[in-house]
């Protein structure tokens, strides 16, 4: 996508990239948003949030009684930040120390989302979360629809930063009895816990079973 | 701690706390946080970063050139948050689905540190990330500390919010055959890849090979 003075990635600038797929397979894997926003009051407000997209939308939802949901109902403008970590990366010198991650930086400014598009942005954050879970569950009533804000923010302003790759240390430290390299980090969905007062029968579905993301 | 209007958790309030030790915990636990500031034009920014806790400071270190340093040093307004997930919640309907989490969120104003303070605080970041690592690395040289500013922010107004426990259904919902319950998420750290460039004869170290948090 093309670039904007927000979405230059200034410092390591060989880490950041406009690449639209790899903006997209990041959104995807992530699980879950940061939300940056300013409050009326003029301070800053940061909120851990599920997000999901379609196509070139982010979709964000929640209470329409929540901080978040309401000023950004509002059009006040967005930051959402998302990361995903891959390692740490241990150099010989402190200085060095890295992690190897990828995250996605958006700038935008949110819409109101209603009538069909609102269903349809459900149905994206159920299915980012749990692919096939919307099929699956009792769907929103009318009701529960006019109790969830749903906003959209185009993906136009947005920048991917990865590192990724060995420990990169100076010259002279290499010789260094230190021991360097790489501590993996992956997160992992364990074994299923039906609930106690599931209805007898109820077979665990293959998209539980399986779960897994990226 | 005691509370104050922004850290007063305003949606699902039972969920809130200003529990010190509970507020330590999670950041403790955390590898890194998301920063929120107000760019110099007027718009809100979101960077991921690591951050350690020593007492009741939070320190946050980068370079000098990076567009967060630059703004934290200046006196900025900051969010600080920290988010842990734990498991997804899948109840019988949509509208019910949830996360189980972790989080702290943080106001404040940033000061920089220098001076002892601000070696002290570098050590308490690289064993934020990996404890013991401070003693086994090269520690920096004067030109790599003139090359890093750090900030610290008191833990004077923070706030956690945790879900946890079994999904929470509408009363009718019980009946429905369907699958509902939870997806426990880990984050792992899996086995330790060493640098192709290792000197002779280092051996993995034992807070390498038995990495683990929380």
Same mark, same amino acid.
């Given at each position: 996508?093309?670039?904007?003075?927000?979405?230059?990635?200034?410092?390591?600038?060989?880490?950041?990239?406009?690449?639209?797929? *790899?903006?997209? @397979?990041?959104? +995807?894997?992530?699980?879950? /948003?940061?939300?940056?926003?300013?409050?009326?009051?003029?301070?800053?407000?940061?909120?851990?949030?599920?997000?999901?997209?379609?196509?070139?939308?982010?979709?964000?939802?929640?209470?329409?009684?929540?901080?978040?949901? &309401?000023?950004?109902?509002?059009?006040?403008?967005? /930051?959402?930040?998302?990361? *995903?970590?891959?390692?740490?990366? *241990?150099?010989? @010198? #402190?200085?060095?120390?890295?992690?190897?991650?990828?995250? #996605?930086?958006?700038?935008?400014?949110?819409?109101?989302?209603?009538?069909?598009?609102?269903? $349809?942005?459900?149905?994206?954050?159920? +299915?980012?979360?749990?692919?096939? &879970?919307? %099929?699956?569950? &009792?769907?929103?009533?009318?009701?529960?629809?006019?109790? $969830? $804000?749903? #906003?959209?923010?185009?993906?136009?302003?947005?920048?991917?930063?990865?590192?990724?790759?060995? #420990?990169?240390?100076?010259?002279? %430290?290499?010789?260094?009895?230190?021991?360097?390299?790489?501590?993996?980090?992956?997160?992992?969905? &364990?074994?299923?816990?039906?609930?106690?007062?599931?209805?007898?029968?109820?077979?665990?579905?293959?998209?539980?079973?399986?779960?897994?993301?990226?």
């Amino acid at each position: 996508m093309p670039g904007t003075e927000r979405t230059r990635v200034r410092r390591k600038a060989k880490r950041g990239s406009l690449d639209t797929e *790899l903006i997209y @397979s990041i959104l +995807d894997e992530a699980l879950f /948003c940061h939300v940056g926003f300013i409050d009326e009051g003029g301070y800053p407000v940061v909120i851990p949030t599920i997000h999901a997209r379609q196509g070139n939308t982010l979709y964000l939802h929640g209470s329409p009684a929540s901080h978040m949901l &309401r000023t950004l109902a509002t059009g006040a403008e967005v /930051c959402v930040t998302v990361t *995903l970590l891959d390692a740490l990366v *241990l150099a010989r @010198s #402190v200085f060095n120390h890295s992690m190897n991650y990828r995250s #996605v930086v958006i700038f935008g400014t949110p819409r109101l989302v209603e009538g069909d598009e609102k269903l $349809t942005a459900l149905q994206a954050v159920t +299915d980012h979360t749990v692919p096939g &879970r919307w %099929d699956d569950a &009792r769907q929103p009533s009318e009701s529960e629809l006019n109790a $969830t $804000t749903v #906003v959209a923010i185009p993906l136009d302003e947005a920048s991917a930063k990865v590192r990724n790759g060995p #420990v990169v240390d100076d010259d002279e %430290d290499y010789s260094l009895p230190i021991w360097a390299g790489l501590i993996p980090v992956s997160t992992v969905y &364990r074994e299923p816990v039906p609930d106690e007062r599931l209805h007898p029968g109820v077979a665990t579905p293959g998209y539980v079973e399986n779960y897994r993301r990226g």
